[in-house]
C-alpha cells in the first residue's frame, strides 16, 4: 500500500473512532468554500457530508474560488466557514486580520508543485534565474516555494522579474515564451508538462512541505466546534476512499477544470490524502513561511502562527 493511502485511511481511522458530540438538530447552513482542484471538491462529488447531515437540519451551500487567497478574503469577510487552501495563504490572510483558523491538514505533496522552464531554455538550474521572468500566483504556495528555491541558490526575489498571474492567464504566456519560467501547481503542472516539452527547475521534495489547510472563519469555529469535527470526520473519510478510487477520483477533476482525464490522473497520483490535526511540527513549518515572508517584506509585521491555530474545546 502506497505511503499517501496508509496515511489517510490512518487518519480517517483516527478521526473516526473518536467519538463526535451529538448536536441538536437546528436550522442553519455550513457555507463551503473550494476549488476546482483538490480534495474537498471531492467531498462535494461523494455527498457524504450532506449524507451526514440528513439527520439534522443542517444544510450545506458550496461556493467556487479561483484561488485559495481569494478564498480566504471572503471568509475574512464573512462569506463562508469553511475551505481548503495550500501553505501561504493563511499566511497572508493572519497578517490582514484575525478571523480566520487552522482547523486541521493534510499531508506534503512534495510533487504537486515545480518550477518549470521549456525544455529548450539555456536556463539548467534555479540559479540560472537571476534576471529572468518568472510567472506566480501571488500569495499561493508556489510564492514559498519559489522564495525558498531562490534562497537556497543565494538568490532573492529582487534577482529575478517576477510576474503574478493566474494559471489560466500564465499557462499562454509560458507556452508563448513571453515567461522564462513558471512557479506551478497540480493539476496546471500535469497539464504543462502534457503539452510542450519542459524541464524542472526544482519540485518542492526536499525543499518546502506543499501541505493542505483545512481553515474555518474563528466565529463559526468558536460557535460550532461540533460541526467543525464533523467536517473534518467527513473529509477523512472522502479522503480514505479517494486513496483507493484514484481513477473516479480523475473522472470527478476532469469534469471540474476542463482537463483531459489522462492529465487529471497523474496530478492525482500525486495529490495527498489524509486528515489531521494541527500539531507543533506543522504550526512550526507554517510559522517558517510567516518569516521567510517578512524578511523578504512580503508581511507587514511579524506573525505568530500560533495565534490563528483553532483548539476544539474538551
Known amino acids: ?18 467519538p463526535v458530540r451529538a448536536f441538536a438538530a437546528t436550522s442553519r447552513t455550513v457555507r463551503i468554500g473550494y476549488q476546482r482542484y483538490g480534495t474537498l471538491i471531492i467531498l462535494k462529488h461523494t455527498g457524504m457530508l450532506e449524507q451526514a447531515l440528513a439527520p439534522t437540519e443542517t444544510k450545506v451551500s458550496w461556493s467556487e474560488f479561483a484561488a485559495g487567497p481569494q478564498l480566504l478574503q471572503a471568509m475574512a469577510a464573512g462569506a463562508i466557514d469553511f475551505g481548503i487552501t495550500g501553505d501561504a495563504p493563511p499566511i497572508i490572510a493572519q497578517a490582514a486580520s484575525d478571523r480566520v483558523v487552522y482547523v486541521g491538514h493534510e499531508p506534503p505533496a512534495p510533487f504537486g508543485e515545480a518550477i518549470i522552464v521549456p525544455a529548450t531554455s539555456p536556463i539548467r538550474d534555479v540559479a540560472g534565474l537571476r534576471g529572468r521572468t518568472v510567472g ?27 510576474v503574478f498571474l493566474v494559471p489560466g492567464s500564465a499557462r499562454p504566456a509560458f507556452d508563448s515564451g513571453r515567461l522564462d519560467a513558471w512557479a506551478i501547481w497540480d493539476p496546471y503542472l ?53 486513496a483507493v478510487h484514484h481513477a473516479e477520483v480523475a473522472q470527478y477533476l476532469a469534469a471540474d477544470t476542463g482537463l483531459p482525464v489522462s492529465v487529471v490522473r497523474r496530478a492525482v497520483d500525486r495529490l495527498s490524502f489524509g486528515v489531521a490535526p494541527m500539531t507543533p511540527d506543522v504550526v512550526a513549518e507554517q510559522q517558517q513561511i510567516a518569516d521567510a515572508f517578512f524578511s523578504q517584506h512580503l508581511l507587514p509585521a511579524r506573525l505568530a502562527v500560533r495565534d490563528a491555530v483553532w483548539t476544539p474545546p474538551g
Do not use: C, H, Y
Request: positive net charge.
Open 1 to 18: 500500500m502506497s505511503l499517501t493511502r496508509r496515511l489517510a485511511l490512518t487518519g480517517a481511522a483516527a478521526l473516526l473512532a473518536a
Open 136 to 162: 506566480l500566483n501571488r500569495a499561493s504556495n508556489v510564492e514559498w516555494l519559489l522564495l525558498a528555491a531562490l534562497a537556497r541558490a543565494g538568490l532573492t526575489m529582487a534577482d529575478i522579474r517576477p
Open 190 to 242: 500535469s497539464s504543462a508538462e502534457s503539452g510542450m516539452p519542459t524541464r524542472v527547475l526544482t519540485q518542492a521534495d526536499g525543499l518546502v512541505g506543499n501541505r493542505q489547510f483545512f481553515l474555518a472563519a474563528r466565529s463559526f469555529a468558536k460557535a460550532n466546534p461540533d460541526l467543525v469535527r464533523l467536517l473534518l470526520v467527513q473529509m477523512a473519510r472522502s479522503d480514505a476512499w479517494s
